[in-house]
């Protein structure tokens, strides 16, 4: 996540210096903006990772749980 993090301000970083030009169409203006849409377009991803990951996590212990009830009752008999 740190990763990301830095990614992310240093992207924003760069867009903004290279928007500090009144030229609109230089070429530093234009790899900002890339810049920033890649950016963005993986900030959305990374937020999805993160989501299916802790999702998977959730399940894994679901699992967990059920076996050890399982168990548990196996035991018993």
């Known amino acids: 996540m740190r990763r990301?993090?830095?990614l992310g301000i240093t992207?924003?970083?760069l867009t903004l210096g290279a928007c500090s030009k009144q030229d609109d169409k230089s070429a530093?203006?234009?790899a900002g903006r890339a810049?920033?849409?890649i950016a963005t377009e993986?900030?959305?991803a990374a937020k999805k990772a993160g989501k299916e990951l802790k999702e998977a996590v959730r399940?894994?212990?679901e699992g967990w749980k059920e076996?050890?009830?399982e168990e548990k009752a196996k035991?018993?008999?």
């Open 11 to 13: 992207t924003i970083a």
């Open 42 to 44: 993986t900030e959305k």
């Open 4 to 6: 990301w993090a830095f």
């Open 59 to 61: 399940d894994a212990r």
């Open 35 to 37: 810049a920033g849409k």
């Open 28 to 30: 530093a203006h234009e």
């Open 67 to 69: 076996a050890k009830q």
């Open 75 to 77: 035991r018993s008999k």
